[in-house]
């Protein structure tokens, strides 16, 4: 007994000269919002799963919403310092409320029109003087608008958007409160699930890239002077987790279903990744050097100051900074 002590105390005595010697980087905690699609969180779980955040010092709270209305509004107003979203990152930032450092994927075809035959919707045309549910403002009213107009139809004269968040707009198209609904997956799982007679019209793709939405990350004002260096670690966690996700696909949706995405099955997930168009890191490097991510915000960002009559719109080129990334990629 005495020998094991004396060992353990040596031992105790060893572990205590050897600690300082031992660089241990400092942790900073960051409040996270995010919507809870493939989209916008995939990366953000991927890098969780690999203890990305941990190992870039980061001590992420992850905060979800219902709808990216809800995220900027919960930014402005100091709950949150950074969030992931869809298309709404073209919104708020040209209202002077968040910056924009880092982009996700584009919403190639996530965003989809479905209807109710037996309410007498069989084709685009069938839609004039109908109802129609969706989240106003998000990525699905954008690609609404795109769709109706490339069909014909006045979005503001022909038809009657119904602004409701999107669990009411697909609980009133599942009733046939509405014949009409436009969502962004995974909301369509409810709706096959729920209304097996209904039927997908469209979906984004037919509309790429010529209105291409982004999702993307924005951080609030105020935090996005003050912590470029969290900015930049967040960047770092982004960016193996994204490669990942990239190149081995198959076995990160894989794991990404098991512990984040219980309820959708592991062919849904892999239909929602289809749905969206990722790049490498490296070829975000010339999205980002040559304009083409400004472009695809402004496009939208035009969309809202139209929709939202926004006074004196903030342009992209100013509301995104791509110095950030480009610079962690070539450090």
Same mark, same amino acid.
């Given at each position: 007994?005495?020998?094991r002590?004396? #060992?353990? =105390?040596? =031992?105790?005595g060893?572990?205590?000269? +050897?600690?300082?010697?031992? +660089?241990? *980087?400092?942790?900073?905690?960051?409040?996270?919002?995010?919507?809870?699609?493939?989209?916008?969180?995939?990366?953000?779980?991927?890098?969780?799963?690999?203890? =990305?955040?941990?190992?870039?010092?980061?001590?992420p709270?992850?905060?979800?919403?219902?709808?990216?209305?809800?995220?900027?509004?919960?930014?402005?107003?100091?709950?949150?310092?950074?969030?992931?979203?869809?298309?709404?990152?073209?919104?708020?930032?040209?209202?002077?409320q968040?910056?924009?450092?880092?982009i996700n994927?584009?919403?190639?075809?996530?965003?989809?029109?479905?209807?109710? &035959?037996?309410?007498?919707?069989?084709?685009?045309?069938?839609?004039?003087?109908?109802?129609?549910?969706?989240?106003?403002?998000?990525?699905?009213?954008?690609?609404?608008?795109?769709?109706?107009?490339?069909?014909?139809?006045?979005?503001?004269?022909?038809?009657?958007?119904?602004n409701?968040?999107m669990p009411?707009?697909?609980?009133?198209?599942?009733?046939?409160?509405?014949?009409?609904?436009?969502?962004?997956v &995974?909301?369509?799982?409810?709706?096959?699930?729920?209304?097996p007679?209904?039927?997908?019209?469209?979906?984004?793709?037919? $509309? $790429?890239?010529?209105?291409?939405?982004?999702?993307?990350? *924005?951080?609030? @004002?105020?935090?996005?002077?003050?912590?470029?260096?969290?900015?930049?670690?967040?960047?770092?966690?982004?960016i193996?987790? @994204?490669? @990942?996700?990239?190149?081995?696909?198959?076995?990160t949706?894989?794991?990404?279903?098991?512990?984040?995405?219980?309820?959708?099955? #592991?062919?849904d997930?892999?239909?929602?990744?289809?749905?969206?168009?990722?790049?490498?890191s490296?070829q975000?490097?010339?999205? $980002?050097?040559?304009?083409?991510?400004?472009?695809? =915000?402004?496009?939208?960002?035009?969309?809202?100051?139209h929709?939202?009559?926004?006074?004196n719109?903030v342009? *992209?080129?100013? $509301?995104?900074d791509?110095? #950030?990334?480009?610079?962690?990629?070539?450090?």
């Amino acid at each position: 007994m005495k020998r094991r002590s004396f #060992l353990q =105390l040596s =031992l105790a005595g060893a572990a205590t000269v +050897a600690m300082p010697s031992i +660089a241990f *980087a400092a942790t900073d905690e960051i409040k996270v919002g995010y919507l809870h699609t493939l989209a916008v969180d995939g990366q953000m779980w991927t890098a969780d799963l690999r203890g =990305l955040w941990k190992k870039n010092g980061l001590s992420p709270k992850f905060i979800q919403f219902q709808t990216g209305l809800d995220l900027f509004q919960a930014m402005s107003g100091g709950s949150i310092d950074v969030l992931s979203t869809g298309a709404v990152m073209s919104n708020f930032p040209a209202r002077g409320q968040g910056k924009v450092f880092l982009i996700n994927d584009i919403e190639y075809a996530t965003a989809q029109l479905w209807v109710h &035959p037996d309410m007498g919707i069989h084709t685009w045309e069938d839609l004039k003087g109908k109802k129609i549910s969706t989240t106003t403002g998000t990525t699905a009213h954008v690609f609404l608008d795109t769709a109706l107009r490339a069909h014909h139809i006045d979005p503001e004269k022909d038809v009657q958007v119904i602004n409701q968040r999107m669990p009411d707009a697909v609980t009133a198209f599942i009733s046939k409160a509405v014949p009409a609904v436009a969502l962004w997956v &995974p909301f369509n799982i409810p709706v096959e699930q729920k209304s097996p007679g209904s039927k997908m019209l469209g979906d984004a793709s037919a $509309y $790429y890239p010529e209105a291409a939405i982004v999702d993307g990350w *924005a951080a609030r @004002n105020d935090f996005f002077e003050k912590h470029p260096d969290i900015l930049k670690r967040i960047i770092r966690t982004w960016i193996p987790a @994204n490669d @990942n996700l990239v190149a081995h696909p198959d076995e990160t949706l894989a794991a990404l279903q098991k512990a984040h995405y219980p309820d959708v099955p #592991l062919k849904d997930l892999k239909t929602q990744y289809k749905a969206q168009k990722m790049f490498s890191s490296e070829q975000w490097v010339k999205f $980002y050097a040559d304009g083409t991510v400004t472009k695809w =915000l402004q496009q939208v960002t035009d969309f809202f100051t139209h929709f939202a009559k926004i006074q004196n719109p903030v342009p *992209a080129s100013q $509301y995104f900074d791509p110095k #950030l990334y480009l610079e962690v990629k070539k450090a």
